[in-house]
């Protein structure tokens, strides 16, 4: 009796791919459809909360321009289908042109996609991009900072530092302070951000005096996960240095966490990881969900003056102690102006370099205490 259940499993496997799966979930291998299919039953109970659809209904984008980083693939790709999709023109730096070029393909309005060539390991490869951008573009209303690496092995960048940190923090600050003047005055910056930010563990008198090894980590401290989480707790300081920046400008700023183990292309780097993530696909967001949250920041008018915030299912949720001291936003920021100063070189004529020195030049101390005020 027990055997002839079992027997039946895979008939009734079969039954639910060609009754369910095969008319909801449309590539992949059979068990990723499997475990998608459990995850729209989760989402259909809406625990994962809104689509980026959901989040932008209504919303009129038309003479918008939004400029995202990574737009080819994962999250990026589905906040450039959405917007592009709601009439904004959105500009496409991505690494890889011919991924790109069919990113935008994809997309029902291709002809409000532009790409621009952009690879976040190279100064130079940023200068150039952000140089096309200014050429063309009279002013930007969004920015969604969104490319990221996790998972890869140690290596350096043709600037001599450590890759992820480069990619999904250092090279992105670059290209953002390289475009600041061409920002509309109301512009709105999101940068994509990871709950993973909250791992990191500085003592006391590194918080002091953050060096270039405590970002940009030697081969013999690195792990993939802590330069991963190291970059995002920079990018959340980054955030809290522009909206100081940025105060009473209009302009506004935000870290939005799209959701944890999203399946992407994010954990393609490592097949243990790879596993992970195809494991949680009924747990987790989908990629639409997930956008949603930057998605919100970039566009609701529930924001409007509103800056400085870190959202995760489209709500405002608080930092890690790490991430709200503001002391260390001031000391990160130095640490990376100096950090560009000496690859000024690499980057070969340093325009991109002294316009993220465009930042005031002012005591520290003024700063922060202004800031907090
Ligand atoms: N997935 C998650 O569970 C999760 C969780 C928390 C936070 N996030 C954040 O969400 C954001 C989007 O990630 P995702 O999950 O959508 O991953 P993804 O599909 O791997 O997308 C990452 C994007 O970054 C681009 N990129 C990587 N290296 C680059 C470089 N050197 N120069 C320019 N672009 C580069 C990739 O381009 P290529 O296609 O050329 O590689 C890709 O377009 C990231 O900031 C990530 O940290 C994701």
Not at 48 to 67: A, M, Q, R, Y
Request: hydrophobic share 40%.
């Amino acid at each position: 009796m027990l055997r002839s259940y079992f027997l039946r499993i895979p008939h009734a496997l079969n039954r639910v791919n060609k009754l369910y799966i095969s008319t909801t979930v449309k590539k992949g291998s059979l068990l990723q459809n499997y475990l998608s299919a459990v995850g729209n039953i989760f989402n259909s109970i809406t625990i994962h909360g809104p689509t980026v659809d959901e989040v932008t209904k209504d919303i009129d984008l038309s003479n918008k321009t939004c400029l995202i980083t990574g737009a080819n693939s994962g999250i990026g790709f589905e906040m450039a289908k959405c917007l592009s999709s709601r009439e904004c023109s959105v500009l496409m730096a991505c690494r890889n042109p011919y991924a790109a070029n069919n990113a935008k393909n994809a997309c029902e309005n291709s002809h409000l996609l532009k790409l621009y060539e952009l690879n976040l390991a190279s100064l130079r490869s940023v200068k150039k991009c952000s140089d096309e951008i200014l050429k063309d573009q009279p002013k930007i209303d969004i920015v969604i900072l969104n490319a990221a690496v996790f998972g890869l092995p140690w290596t350096l960048t043709e600037d001599s530092l450590e890759t992820t940190f480069q990619v999904n923090y250092l090279g992105q600050y670059v290209l953002l302070t390289n475009i600041e003047h061409i920002l509309a005055p109301d512009a709105r910056v999101v940068i994509v951000s990871s709950e993973s930010h909250r791992h990191v563990s500085w003592d006391f008198n590194h918080q002091l005096t953050p060096t270039e090894a405590m970002v940009s980590l030697p081969k013999q401290e690195y792990t993939s996960i802590r330069a991963y989480n190291i970059s995002k707790l920079c990018g959340i300081h980054f955030m809290h240095y522009l909206s100081y920046r940025w105060v009473n400008s209009g302009k506004s700023v935000f870290c939005a966490h799209p959701g944890s183990f999203v399946k992407t292309r994010l954990c393609r780097n490592w097949w243990p990881y790879e596993l992970l993530y195809t494991s949680m696909i009924p747990f987790s967001k989908s990629i639409s969900q997930a956008a949603s949250t930057p998605i919100y920041c970039a566009t609701s008018p529930e924001l409007k003056g509103l800056t400085d915030v870190y959202f995760k299912d489209c709500r405002r949720c608080e930092v890690s102690d790490l991430a709200q001291d503001l002391h260390l936003s001031f000391r990160i920021y130095d640490l990376t102006k100096s950090l560009l100063r000496d690859r000024a070189v690499a980057a070969a004529e340093p325009v991109a370099v002294k316009q993220s020195v465009a930042f005031p030049d002012v005591d520290e101390t003024t700063l922060v205490t202004n800031y907090s005020g």
